[in-house]
């Protein structure tokens, strides 16, 4: 089968002064060794981070999809962002430079910069009066919504300096996604703010936690961190303001990092699917620090001289693993930004890069072509030249975005990768490796996977796919990073990413690999659907079209938009008695954004009679799909369902007779 990409596989670009500059030869030799000893390879990569016991064994794989990496080893997350660089020259050097988003006579108005010094003291602090007054220990769960301010990392590492785990609720979601994860993941206490800046506008934090609560059982207590200082309703005896908390606590307290094993779980983060409830994914301290050590190093080509920023929230692993702990333990600089990058102007993230000297830049395609409508002119208000090294994530990059920030921002010469990974793999899996060796870029592929990483394109019975065919993406060996489970749920992690093929990770993309050896991931196989890079399950957008009294059934598809990559569009079927309107669309998008979030607006809502459905009852997602597109779907069924040629073809029609051909 051909596969419809629209990047020429010839185009192949070769920067100038490269590092490392190397033959596809070279790298692929090298990338052989690493797996064919792929323990001992991560091994030494895991000797060059700071241990305060060293592992017994370097992957106890007795209980398998369950993997221990650096087994009896025991170390401190924090320990490693921190309490390393105080003892060196880098204690005063500064950690992050936060600016906020509002603006005051054409400069950003708050603006923080924190040393690693005062970052210790802060975390220090934090995890002093976590422990003092919610008795907070290892084994305990911290709920944190918080938006894009300093508090955010520094709680995440006071949980982490306690052997906490925490768990990081997204600021854009709603009441009842907050008290779902709560709930799941059995969270002590929540973190949260009075408030945050989000495109010029305020949005009320604390009362959208308010009313998680009222459905969130295990929740003890709120600590409500200062912002935007609007008025809250505090609860006695169960809010608490930051602030005062930590009145009297001495600026030089000091909390010994507990030595916690490298199994054990630094962080639960949800991700959301096509059935079920958002799955926890469960991190490890040992595994997931070395992989992000490799990472930093490798792909980002992390230095002392360097200024880091990558874009991302941090209520997103992107976040997690790239703006908190693998920037912070290499010891970087970085920048850190509050609100909308193109607020209150469309040069807003250009004129960071020039504020502040960025030299490593981590955006996404979404943000670019955002930029791209915008128009060139503000990103040349800017001299963006100290950049020197760029990555994209989140989803693929079209041609046009690619082209676009390497011209404007990169020169046209200088290395810009689109790097692969998602919340399961904890870091990045596939991409350029600037900092390693480098083989000439491609205009928007993924590159090579890094060393350690066996990677795979197969095909429906898990064998290796041909060359330029398109297949599955799959991880053949297990890897420090990788989750420890779903957290309560170890069946739904061996069902979800281990059985489709026996033993090795399912991904759920889809994947190409060119002639040279490429990768090219091209989207989801699953009907994942990737709003501005973000992930939202079609589960979770039905289930919320069922609290509507008149909804009898429903299906969520994505559909393809110009900025966004994708938006979620809705098809459902009335219960009796209700009739289509304009006014009940309206209701129905309503009803998704508060129960989701704001990030789940639907762009529309086709009300139908009937659903087209396999004779195992599934419905046809990739036929609901192909009528929201207007296009019929290709012969491809096998790959997805059960269904013969003609059913899909009748299914097609039938539906898309009724619609209309909405796209149209
Ligand atoms: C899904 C994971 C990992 C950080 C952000 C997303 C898609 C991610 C790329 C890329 C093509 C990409 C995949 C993946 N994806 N990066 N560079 N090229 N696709 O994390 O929300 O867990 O989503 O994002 O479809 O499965 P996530």
């Given at each position: 089968?051909?596969?419809?990409?629209?990047?020429?596989f010839?185009?192949?670009?070769?920067?100038?002064?490269?590092?490392?500059?190397?033959?596809?030869?070279?790298?692929?030799k090298?990338?052989?060794?690493?797996?064919?000893?792929?323990?001992?390879?991560?091994?030494?990569?895991?000797s060059?981070?700071?241990?305060?016991?060293?592992?017994?064994?370097?992957l106890?794989?007795?209980?398998p999809?369950?993997?221990?990496?650096?087994?009896?080893?025991?170390?401190?997350?924090?320990?490693?962002?921190?309490?390393?660089?105080?003892?060196?020259?880098?204690?005063?050097?500064?950690a992050?430079?936060w600016?906020g988003e509002p603006?005051?006579?054409?400069?950003?108005?708050?603006?923080?910069?924190?040393?690693?010094?005062?970052?210790?003291?802060?975390?220090?602090?934090?995890?002093y009066?976590?422990?003092?007054?919610?008795?907070?220990k290892?084994?305990?769960?911290?709920?944190?919504?918080l938006?894009?301010i300093?508090?955010?990392?520094?709680?995440?590492?006071?949980?982490?300096?306690?052997?906490?785990?925490?768990?990081?609720?997204?600021?854009?979601?709603?009441a009842?996604?907050?008290?779902?994860?709560?709930?799941?993941?059995?969270?002590?206490?929540?973190?949260?703010?009075?408030g945050?800046?989000?495109g010029?506008?305020?949005?009320?934090?604390?009362?959208i936690?308010?009313?998680?609560?009222?459905?969130?059982?295990?929740?003890?207590n709120?600590?409500?961190?200062?912002r935007t200082?609007?008025?809250?309703?505090?609860v006695?005896?169960?809010?608490?303001n930051?602030e005062?908390?930590?009145?009297?606590?001495?600026?030089?307290?000091q909390v010994?990092?507990?030595?916690?094993?490298?199994?054990?779980?630094?962080?639960?983060?949800y991700?959301?699917?096509?059935?079920?409830k958002?799955?926890?994914?469960?991190?490890?301290?040992?595994?997931?620090?070395?992989?992000?050590?490799?990472?930093?190093?490798?792909?980002?080509?992390?230095?002392?001289?360097?200024?880091?920023?990558?874009?991302?929230?941090i209520?997103?692993v992107?976040g997690?693993?790239?703006?908190?702990?693998?920037?912070?333990?290499?010891?970087?600089?970085?920048?850190?930004?509050e609100?909308?990058?193109?607020?209150?102007?469309?040069?807003?993230?250009?004129?960071i890069?020039?504020?502040?000297?960025?030299?490593?830049?981590?955006?996404?395609?979404?943000a670019?072509?955002?930029?791209?409508?915008g128009?060139?002119?503000?990103?040349?208000?800017?001299d963006?030249?100290?950049?020197r090294?760029?990555?994209s994530?989140?989803?693929?990059?079209?041609?046009?975005?690619?082209?676009?920030?390497f011209?404007?921002v990169?020169?046209?010469m200088?290395?810009?990768?689109?790097?692969?990974?998602?919340?399961?793999?904890?870091?990045?899996?596939?991409s350029?490796?600037?900092?390693?060796?480098?083989?000439?870029?491609?205009?928007?592929?993924?590159?090579?996977?890094?060393?350690?990483?066996d990677a795979?394109v197969?095909?429906?019975?898990?064998?290796?796919?041909?060359?330029?065919?398109r297949?599955?993406?799959?991880?053949?060996?297990?890897?420090?990073?990788?989750?420890?489970?779903?957290?309560?749920?170890?069946?739904?992690?061996?069902?979800?990413?281990?059985?489709?093929?026996?033993?090795?990770?399912?991904?759920?993309d889809?994947a190409?690999?060119?002639s040279?050896?490429y990768?090219?991931?091209?989207?989801?196989?699953?009907?994942?659907?990737?709003?501005?890079g973000?992930?939202l399950?079609?589960?979770?957008l039905?289930?919320?079209l069922?609290?509507?009294?008149a909804?009898?059934?429903?299906?969520?598809?994505?559909?393809?938009?110009?900025?966004?990559?994708?938006?979620?569009?809705?098809?459902v079927?009335?219960?009796?008695?209700?009739?289509?309107?304009?006014?009940?669309?309206?209701?129905?998008?309503e009803t998704?954004?508060?129960?989701?979030g704001?990030?789940?607006?639907?762009k529309?809502?086709?009300?139908?009679?009937?659903?087209?459905?396999?004779?195992?009852?599934?419905?046809m997602?990739?036929?609901?799909?192909?009528?929201?597109?207007?296009?019929?779907?290709?012969?491809?069924?096998?790959?997805?369902?059960?269904?013969?040629?003609d059913?899909?073809?009748?299914?097609?029609?039938q539906?898309?007779?009724?619609?209309?051909?909405?796209?149209q």
């Amino acid at each position: 089968m051909a596969v419809d990409w629209s990047i020429s596989f010839d185009e192949k670009i070769a920067p100038e002064g490269l590092p490392n500059a190397a033959t596809i030869e070279a790298y692929s030799k090298f990338h052989k060794a690493s797996i064919q000893n792929y323990r001992e390879f991560w091994a030494g990569i895991a000797s060059e981070i700071d241990w305060f016991r060293k592992w017994d064994k370097v992957l106890d794989d007795s209980n398998p999809p369950f993997y221990k990496w650096f087994a009896g080893g025991e170390l401190n997350a924090s320990y490693l962002c921190l309490d390393r660089h105080v003892k060196t020259s880098r204690k005063n050097k500064v950690a992050i430079i936060w600016e906020g988003e509002p603006m005051e006579d054409g400069k950003p108005k708050d603006v923080r910069k924190l040393t690693y010094n005062d970052l210790y003291r802060e975390v220090n602090r934090v995890a002093y009066m976590l422990k003092n007054k919610y008795q907070i220990k290892s084994g305990d769960v911290i709920g944190i919504y918080l938006p894009m301010i300093p508090e955010l990392p520094i709680f995440m590492l006071a949980a982490a300096r306690l052997g906490a785990t925490f768990c990081v609720v997204f600021s854009g979601f709603s009441a009842d996604a907050i008290s779902e994860r709560m709930n799941d993941a059995e969270a002590k206490i929540v973190i949260t703010a009075d408030g945050a800046f989000r495109g010029g506008k305020t949005i009320d934090l604390k009362s959208i936690v308010d009313q998680a609560l009222e459905k969130t059982k295990t929740i003890r207590n709120v600590v409500v961190v200062s912002r935007t200082h609007n008025s809250v309703k505090m609860v006695k005896g169960r809010d608490d303001n930051f602030e005062d908390l930590m009145k009297g606590i001495p600026a030089n307290v000091q909390v010994e990092p507990e030595r916690v094993k490298s199994e054990s779980p630094l962080y639960v983060l949800y991700t959301s699917g096509t059935t079920g409830k958002p799955k926890g994914q469960v991190h490890d301290v040992g595994g997931y620090m070395t992989l992000l050590h490799a990472t930093m190093k490798w792909v980002f080509d992390i230095h002392d001289h360097d200024v880091y920023w990558c874009m991302a929230d941090i209520g997103w692993v992107t976040g997690h693993s790239y703006i908190v702990f693998g920037p912070l333990m290499e010891g970087a600089t970085e920048v850190m930004y509050e609100g909308l990058p193109v607020f209150p102007e469309q040069n807003r993230w250009a004129s960071i890069i020039e504020r502040y000297g960025v030299s490593v830049f981590y955006t996404s395609p979404t943000a670019i072509r955002g930029w791209i409508k915008g128009g060139e002119q503000w990103v040349k208000m800017h001299d963006t030249t100290t950049v020197r090294l760029m990555h994209s994530v989140g989803e693929p990059i079209n041609p046009e975005a690619f082209r676009w920030l390497f011209r404007h921002v990169g020169r046209e010469m200088i290395p810009f990768g689109s790097t692969w990974w998602m919340t399961e793999t904890g870091g990045i899996m596939i991409s350029h490796l600037p900092g390693l060796m480098m083989v000439p870029m491609k205009a928007g592929t993924n590159g090579f996977p890094i060393p350690g990483i066996d990677a795979d394109v197969v095909d429906d019975s898990g064998n290796s796919q041909k060359a330029n065919e398109r297949g599955y993406l799959v991880i053949r060996n297990p890897w420090p990073g990788m989750p420890l489970t779903i957290f309560k749920d170890p069946n739904r992690f061996a069902e979800v990413y281990f059985s489709k093929f026996p033993k090795i990770f399912y991904a759920g993309d889809y994947a190409v690999r060119d002639s040279d050896g490429y990768f090219w991931v091209l989207g989801r196989a699953d009907e994942v659907i990737k709003v501005a890079g973000h992930r939202l399950g079609t589960y979770e957008l039905e289930s919320a079209l069922m609290q509507h009294k008149a909804v009898a059934e429903s299906a969520v598809v994505g559909v393809p938009d110009d900025l966004k990559g994708e938006v979620p569009v809705a098809f459902v079927i009335l219960r009796q008695g209700n009739v289509a309107s304009e006014a009940l669309k309206n209701e129905l998008k309503e009803t998704v954004r508060k129960s989701v979030g704001p990030i789940a607006s639907l762009k529309d809502v086709i009300f139908v009679s009937k659903l087209p459905k396999t004779r195992s009852a599934k419905i046809m997602r990739r036929v609901v799909k192909a009528v929201a597109i207007g296009k019929p779907p290709g012969d491809t069924t096998t790959l997805d369902d059960e269904a013969s040629v003609d059913e899909v073809k009748n299914a097609y029609a039938q539906l898309s007779s009724e619609v209309g051909n909405p796209a149209q």
